[in-house]
């Protein structure tokens, strides 16, 4: 392959959320662009009121097999972002297998439904500290590393177009998600005289399992108003979008191309967000 085919080649990227959906799909993207790979999840249940399974220690073996399949290495770990420690005993393991930690995927987030007044306060709870301040914790895990290594580099966030749109039935997930981008942003200016850039992605109606989760339409059928916050978008919506199409523009943000852009919020929506 050339350098065009490459263009991450020898770099190492730590991803969140890795078992399945888009953490899979920034795993093996990565890979085929060179990089080598970190992969964490919990691979276990992470909030009680969520309407889908959780991925299993079986997803995160074949994002393992995945990456593998692409010629890269992967040190993979079940960890919770809610675990700091877990997650900086993972960064130093990393470190001494890998010498250099380059790119951050912080894509691990869960959704779950109700309105704010009647949701119990650990449904909340859970939303907010796996949402963000498990964000928080890999922030403090990697950064130091990024810092002393002294080769730059990005670190993507996954926040939603729920974190810039506020939506109805899931207020608490919209909270967690506008609070990525601020973290988002202050990281980028604190980063930026390391040379390390910071920015978040706000996809929108994703084939995952979380974007496939029907108790949604359960919120619907309670409250059919609430349906016209959910606008399809400018460009043609047939279907979910796939998680590559959401890779494409982690690979791009990860890499040299996109060398100008920091502290940017970056749509991934066909338009939802202007509709």
């Known amino acids: 392959m050339s350098d065009t085919d490459t263009p991450l080649a020898g770099r190492v990227a730590y991803v969140t959320g890795a078992a399945r959906g888009q953490g899979r799909s920034h795993c093996v ?6 990089a080598d790979i970190v992969a964490l999840d919990a ?8 309407g889908y399974a959780a991925a299993t220690p079986e ?3 074949e994002t393992v097999a995945l990456v593998e399949g692409e010629g890269r290495k992967i040190l993979a770990r079940e960890v919770d972002v809610r675990d700091a420690e877990g997650q900086r005993r993972l960064v130093a393991d990393a470190v001494e297998q890998f010498g250099r930690l380059d ?6 987030g869960v ?7 009647e949701i119990p306060a650990q449904q909340w709870q859970d939303i907010i500290d796996v949402n963000l301040t498990g964000l928080f914790h890999t922030v403090q895990a990697v950064v130091p590393t990024m810092i002393e290594a002294g080769n730059g580099g990005s670190i993507i966030t996954v926040s939603s177009a729920a974190g810039i749109k506020a939506v109805p039935g899931c207020g608490h997930y919209c909270a967690s998600k506008f609070g990525v981008v601020g973290l988002t942003n202050s990281l980028a200016v604190e980063l930026g005289e390391f040379g390390i850039r910071v920015n978040s992605i706000h996809p ?6 979380m974007g496939n989760d029907l108790s949604m339409y359960q919120m619907f059928a309670d409250h059919p108003n609430y349906i016209h916050s959910f606008s399809p978008g400018a460009l043609p919506t047939d279907s979910l979008a796939p998680p590559d199409t959401i890779s494409d523009i982690v690979v791009w943000l990860a890499g040299d191309a996109s060398s100008l852009v920091t502290a940017a919020q970056i ?3 066909k338009g939802y967000l202007k509709i």
């Open 29 to 34: 993207r990565l890979a085929r662009a060179g």
């Open 59 to 61: 997803d995160l073996a």
């Open 103 to 108: 790119i951050v995927v912080a894509n691990a």
């Open 267 to 269: 749509p991934a929506d």
């Open 111 to 117: 959704l779950n439904w109700g309105r704010l007044w």
């Open 204 to 209: 929108y109606g994703t084939d995952t399992p």
């Open 43 to 50: 691979c276990a249940p992470v909030a009680e009121h969520n």
